[in-house]
């Protein structure tokens, strides 16, 4: 379903009558603490809220695949057969030869914009919390 104009001004004043600036300025002053705290970059820390703020705005969900990726690393971290794990066995099975190869580079390329992503979290929001 698109959002139209006039749903996105009451989201908007529905986020302004709940408070969801001053929790986003709470929360930033603190992860501002935490980044000194760890030695990280404020700017670039900076940036990556202002992404995970626009990101609960627009409310879209992590998808299936990078949570997939995710909990493979929190399990084992960076292992050689990453793209094997992640394979859908059935559907590869499916596949002709050529079909295979795109496949796996597909996903191939998904991982890595999955463990960069990993990585960028991991950063802010995971090292240091537990």
């Given at each position: 379903m698109e959002r139209t104009l006039k749903m996105l001004a009451k989201e908007a004043k529905a986020r302004m009558k709940k408070g969801f600036w001053k929790e986003c300025e709470a929360e930033l002053v603190n992860e501002r603490t935490h980044a000194k705290e760890?030695?990280?970059n404020e700017s670039k820390m900076e940036r990556y809220f202002?992404?995970?703020?626009?990101t609960k705005i627009r409310g879209e969900v992590p998808d299936e695949f990078y949570l997939k990726v995710r909990d493979l690393l929190l399990s084992e971290g960076?292992?050689?057969?990453?793209?094997?794990r992640l394979t859908d066995r059935e559907y590869y099975a499916t596949l002709s030869y050529s079909e295979k190869q795109r496949y796996t580079l597909e996903l191939s390329e998904r991982y890595l914009r999955a463990l960069e992503r990993f990585k960028r979290e991991y950063e802010f929001e995971i090292k240091g919390r537990d």
């Amino acid at each position: 379903m698109e959002r139209t104009l006039k749903m996105l001004a009451k989201e908007a004043k529905a986020r302004m009558k709940k408070g969801f600036w001053k929790e986003c300025e709470a929360e930033l002053v603190n992860e501002r603490t935490h980044a000194k705290e760890q030695g990280i970059n404020e700017s670039k820390m900076e940036r990556y809220f202002a992404q995970k703020v626009t990101t609960k705005i627009r409310g879209e969900v992590p998808d299936e695949f990078y949570l997939k990726v995710r909990d493979l690393l929190l399990s084992e971290g960076e292992v050689s057969d990453a793209i094997g794990r992640l394979t859908d066995r059935e559907y590869y099975a499916t596949l002709s030869y050529s079909e295979k190869q795109r496949y796996t580079l597909e996903l191939s390329e998904r991982y890595l914009r999955a463990l960069e992503r990993f990585k960028r979290e991991y950063e802010f929001e995971i090292k240091g919390r537990d």
